[in-house]
Structures are given as structure tokens and as C-alpha cells.
T-cell receptor, first 115, second 116 residues
Framework: KAGVTQTPRYLIKTRGQQVTLSCSPISGHRSVSWYQQTPGQGLQFLFEYFSETQRNKGNFPGRFSGRQFSNSRSEMNVSTLELGDSALYLC??????????????FGPGTRLTVL | AQSVTQPDIHITVSEGASLELRCNYSYGATPYLFWYVQSPGQGLQLLLKYFSGDTLVQGIKGFEAEFKRSQSSFNLRKPSVHWSDAAEYFCAVGAGVVDNNNDMRFGAGTRLTVKP
């Protein structure tokens, strides 16, 4: 089975721009979570989508948004980029409810640099 | 909400020596516990997980972890460290089905350096 894929892997933007990151979960997984990883704040939960609905949200401003499509692929969008948004953005998918539920499998991440 | 503490920011061990990385969690119900490893510039790879049952869990790459409810701990161990184990290690706790979401909380990570 193919793992979680994220595109693009690297991205450079300037302040004020917006960006869209994409995540394709493992086949059969319906839950997709997004995390921001920075040296100062570590790994922080952004939000989780399940069956095209946002099921949970972390403590981030409204500039951070996401969505999930019917094929479980997910996108996250950051508008009006700030320097502090520079980070590694990680996507993770989880299998359907069952014995291995809640195990998250991570993609390689998208490295966003804001200049 | 659940939380995780990894007391050691950085640990250095010699190749072939044993390793123990500490993790303490806080959660009111039975936690779902995980250890992940991250190499520089990469995503997180699952090493092992604990949901219930046997408190000593075996993972990949020769790692194991022991869940101790009385100490709220889930320490990761390896009897003999290899140079390729140098990486950052994250402990995580999930709320699981109790809270019906996948809000996983991570510790700050422990960076492992392996001396030749």
C-alpha cells in the first residue's frame, strides 16, 4: 500500500500570499489530520477531517483552513502568510474504526518557507 | 485534554549501549500511547503503540516500551543502540474513542545522538 503523500514537498512564498498544501491519505483511510512543526513550538495539531467534515480543530487563527474531498484527499490553506508560518506541515491519516484505530500514519511533510 | 512530557531534550549514547527515553502523560481515561521517530527533514515513522493489554509492547527496529499506569509513564527502550538510530523521538498520547476524535498530543521530542 502506498503511504501518505504530500505535495509539494517544498514551497517558498512571501508575506501576504496564500498557499494550498495537498495530502493524499493511505487508501481506505478516511481520517486526515494536519500538524504544524516548528523548532520553537514543536508539533501542534491544526485540524482533523473525517468524511469531508472537520471533526476537531486546534488552536490556530482562522487564516488556517482545510477541507476534505469525497476521495478523502485533503487540502489545507493558509491565507495572508506571515513569517511565523514557516514550518514543516505534516499530514497524517488513520484507518477506519477498528483494532488499529487512532494510529496515525504520517506523510513526509511540506516544508513552507515564508520570506 | 491529554498532554505529554518528555523530560530529556537531548540524549547522547555510545553505539552498542542501551537506551531509555522517558515519556510521561496526563489523561483522565485509559490513554492511547505512541512513539514515533523522525529523521531530519522527514515525516514521522511509527515505532510502536499501546492501546490495551500487555503493558510491554514491542515495536520495529528492536524498540520496546512499557506502559506503567501508576507512574503515568510510557518509556521507550532499546538494548543496543545502532548509529542509524540517531534521530528525534516523539511520544504521543491520543484521546481515542473516548473523545471520538484524533486529536493527538505530542511531546517536545528527544534528540538522540549516537557516539561511535
Amino acid at each position: 500500500k502506498a503511504g501518505v503523500t504530500q505535495t509539494p514537498r517544498y514551497l517558498i512564498k512571501t508575506r501576504g500570499q496564500q498557499v494550498t498544501l495537498s495530502c493524499s491519505p493511505i487508501s481506505g483511510h478516511r481520517s486526515v489530520s494536519w500538524y504544524q512543526q516548528t523548532p520553537g513550538q514543536g508539533l501542534q495539531f491544526l485540524f482533523e477531517y473525517f468524511s469531508e467534515t472537520q471533526r476537531n480543530k486546534g488552536n490556530f487563527p482562522g487564516r488556517f483552513s482545510g477541507r476534505q474531498f469525497s476521495n478523502s484527499r485533503s487540502e489545507m490553506n493558509v491565507s495572508t502568510l506571515e513569517l511565523g508560518d514557516s514550518a514543516l506541515y505534516l499530514c497524517a491519516s488513520s484507518p477506519p474504526r477498528g483494532p488499529s484505530t487512532d494510529t496515525q500514519y504520517f506523510g513526509p511533510g511540506t516544508r513552507l518557507t515564508v520570506l | 485534554a491529554q498532554s505529554v512530557t518528555q523530560p530529556d531534550i537531548h540524549i547522547t549514547v555510545s553505539e552498542g549501549a542501551s537506551l531509555e527515553l522517558r515519556c510521561n502523560y496526563s489523561y483522565g481515561a485509559t490513554p492511547y500511547l505512541f512513539w514515533y521517530v523522525q529523521s531530519p527533514g522527514q515525516g514521522l515513522q511509527l515505532l510502536l503503540k499501546y492501546f490495551s493489554g500487555d503493558t510491554l509492547v514491542q515495536g520495529i527496529k528492536g524498540f520496546e516500551a512499557e506502559f506503567k499506569r501508576s507512574q503515568s509513564s510510557f518509556n521507550l527502550r532499546k538494548p543496543s543502540v545502532h548509529w542509524s538510530d540517531a534521530a528525534e523521538y516523539f511520544c504521543a498520547v491520543g484521546a481515542g474513542v473516548v473523545d471520538n476524535n484524533n486529536d493527538m498530543r505530542f511531546g517536545a521530542g528527544t534528540r538522540l545522538t549516537v557516539k561511535p
